[in-house]
């Protein structure tokens, strides 16, 4: 199975989630799964991951949806790394899974932070709840 992480924030971006999702593809990929990562363009580290990072993403605005989508036709399973000021707050992230549906393309939303958002960002995640193949919280608590 190939599975796609898509992470707003990646090394060497200071970034908890970017952080995770660094470790979340070395698990996978030590338990045999092929992983690769997409981000954005720009900051790039010398550091050599078992897993393929591809900083292709200008940025995660409407503009870059297709991009995003000839990305994802490669791929089995698609993971969102989601908070979404992380990606400029730009509602194509929240309209990726519908599509990615259309593609069948499988998604999952992985939702750090949800208890600090606001109802109004809450809503804002509908399209992208009511569309996924699962949804994992990650919850410190």
């Known amino acids: 199975m190939k599975s796609l992480i898509i992470c707003a924030d990646f090394p060497p971006f200071l970034s908890g989630i970017g952080d995770f999702t660094d470790r979340l593809a070395s698990a996978m990929t030590r338990a045999g799964e092929h992983v690769s990562v997409v981000t954005v363009q720009g ?58 549906k259309r593609l069948d393309v499988a998604s999952i939303v992985t939702i750090h932070d949800a208890r600090v958002m606001r109802w109004r960002w809450r809503l804002r995640t509908w399209p992208m709840l009511n569309t996924v193949s699962g949804i994992i919280h990650v919850y410190p608590g």
């Not at 078992?50 to 991009?67: A, G, I, N, Q």
């Not at 989601?82 to 599509?99: A, C, D, E, Q």
């Open 43 to 100: 900051l790039s580290d010398d550091v050599k991951r078992p897993y393929e990072v591809l900083r292709v993403m200008p940025s995660f605005t409407m503009k870059s949806m297709d991009t995003l989508l000839d990305i994802a036709r490669n791929f089995d399973v698609i993971n969102i790394q989601y908070p979404g000021v992380h990606f400029g707050r730009s509602p194509m992230i929240n309209l990726l899974p519908p599509k990615l």
